[in-house]
């Protein structure tokens, strides 16, 4: 009898890159599959809720903020040269509910929550605790995987328009400083050119930067090996991969919005 | 072969049939063939290396196996759909090389994790009941509140025992038990193995390479080397046997001890 039956086929750097990319497309199908079947840990997806949401608000307080008003302070310039500085509110809030919050929400959380899933998994993959649960007939993926998936995905979102919110903070800051506007007709100037695209757009694009941070977590941390330099690895990895993919994304989603819009 | 009577001859809960697994180059087991009785507790000896935990997460359904024939309290573990596989694992406790405590966890979380997911109909006075007799069974109620990372290794082993024994398995799989512990640790844990046995009525494959463990916990040792098991008897006719790299790996143990 031979026991050699496929395990000792060694693929080929190409033939790997395509077994990596089937794997990780498996591992996302398996998501949508299994996401609205129960059993549902609604306690650990609650729990993931509170780490990701809560627990990121300090940081994304301070980036949002300083987003919002260096970008006024750097854009105040070019608008004074054309006599137009009352055309702030508006530039820096098209500017940030379309492309600032949702990226730089994105680009803190990839820090912040994928590589922290990337090392809780990676962590838990090399110390069997993912066996562990395996053999307790507890679907690992589901209680782990899924509950983070959904709390990142819709945690975003949220985190997007609380940073455009202290961003505009920010700029309103800069501007009634230098402008003396009031807190009234500077968010009346920047919501009037703000529709309902854009703020879906956004929307959209936090949905999509969520499922892809953590996906791309869980991923790397599920598929982590060789003890701790491989869960330093997985952690690394989650954050280099998403922030690539979200870049990726945010070319193909202002395309499909600008299309929509009309636009080029 | 001799079988104590306490052994019912008649059930086998593990079969075992010409297994197979390789990784890459390296064809770990070469065609394994294993049954297990009920009641019974099987040692698996060998050397690191040889496979031998890969084979109880081949049981286990970790693994696939490349060839060869499971079953496991008469299911075919390789046609089992999820479900069915789930089913299976209720009645298979598992105690890892490293105990594969949840870190994240107290002890007492630990212990009713696998009850309160798989059982979601189960009051909290029912709960702590159960977690209260099995942290009682392993003897460490005074941990129940500690987080894993303040026990010690043998305080460890014997909460992942616990663990397993939460959801009554009927066969258990121990992965290397005394590896990485004092001698006296050892002990208590090769008497928590027998304890076990006779107290929830577990069937029990442990994997070892430590001669101690194998001579005080098993009812049959099953000596794997180089892939296949090479004698299967007890621990005294094993290492009766004349094949040379059995009384090398008796005289290396004896030496190194």
Redesign the interface.
């Known amino acids: 009898?031979?026991?050699?039956?496929?395990?000792?086929y060694?693929p080929g750097k190409i033939s790997r890159f395509f077994l990596h990319v089937y794997h990780a497309f498996a591992f996302v199908m398996r998501f949508f599959r299994e996401a609205f079947l129960p059993?549902f840990?609604f306690k650990e997806f609650i729990r993931q809720c509170y780490n990701i949401g809560y627990r990121s608000l300090p940081l994304i307080s301070i980036t949002g903020f300083i987003t919002g008003l260096v970008f006024t302070k750097q854009s105040r310039p070019s608008l004074a040269d054309f006599g137009a500085t009352s055309w702030l509110p508006s530039l820096v809030s098209i500017a940030i509910v379309r492309a600032l919050a949702p990226l730089v929400t994105a680009l803190i959380c990839a820090g912040k929550v994928g590589s922290n899933i990337g090392a809780e998994l990676g962590?838990?993959k090399v110390?069997?605790?993912i066996?562990?649960m395996?053999?307790?007939?507890?679907?690992p993926y589901k209680?782990l995987v899924i509950t983070r998936v959904l709390a990142t995905t819709l945690m975003l979102p949220l985190l997007m328009f609380y940073t455009a919110f202290v961003g505009m903070m920010g700029s309103y800051l800069d501007v009634h400083a230098n402008e003396q506007t009031s807190f009234i007709s500077f968010f009346e100037s920047a919501f009037s050119s703000i529709n309902f695209l854009d703020y879906w757009a956004s929307i959209v694009k936090a949905l999509v930067y969520g499922f892809t941070i953590s996906m791309v977590g869980s991923y790397k941390g599920f598929h982590a090996s060789n003890g701790t330099t491989g869960v330093g690895q997985a952690a690394n990895s989650a954050v280099v991969t998403s922030m690539f993919l979200i870049f990726i994304e945010e070319i193909i989603i202002v395309q499909i919005s600008n299309f929509l819009r009309g636009g080029a | 072969m001799h079988i104590p009577d306490n052994i019912s001859k008649e059930e086998k809960v593990i079969v075992i049939e010409g297994l197979y697994k390789s990784f890459g180059e390296n064809h770990v087991l070469r065609g394994v063939d294993l049954h297990l009785y009920r009641r019974e507790n099987v040692v698996v000896l060998g050397r690191s290396g040889t496979g031998k935990s890969v084979l109880i997460k081949i049981i286990a359904g970790l693994l696939k196996p490349d060839e060869g024939h499971i079953s496991v309290l008469g299911k075919d573990v390789e046609n089992l759909s999820g479900e069915q596989l789930r089913q299976l694992r209720l009645k298979l406790g598992f105690s890892f090389q490293n105990s594969a405590l949840y870190d994240s966890m107290t002890v007492r979380e630990n212990l009713e994790f696998p009850l309160v997911q798989n059982f979601k109909h189960l009051k909290r006075a029912e709960i702590n009941k159960a977690v209260e007799e099995v942290i009682d069974a392993v003897g460490l109620s005074q941990t129940i509140n500690q987080m894993p990372a303040e026990l010690s290794g043998g305080q460890r082993k014997r909460i992942g025992v616990a663990r397993t024994l939460i959801l009554r398995p009927e066969i258990m799989l121990y992965d290397e038990p005394t590896a990485g512990l004092d001698p006296i640790t050892s002990i208590d844990i090769n008497n928590l193995i027998n304890e076990v046995q006779h107290r929830y009525h577990t069937s029990s494959i442990i994997i070892t390479h430590d001669l101690t463990c194998a001579k005080s916990t098993g009812d049959r040792v099953a000596m794997l080397l180089d892939g296949i098991f090479v004698k299967q008897g007890s621990f005294d006719e094993v290492f009766a046997s004349d094949d040379e790299r059995i009384k090398s790996f008796y005289d290396y143990n004896f030496i190194h001890q």
């Open positions: 009898m031979n026991g050699n039956t496929g395990a000792s060694k059993p840990h962590s838990m110390t069997e605790q066996d562990a395996e053999v307790s007939a507890i679907n209680y």
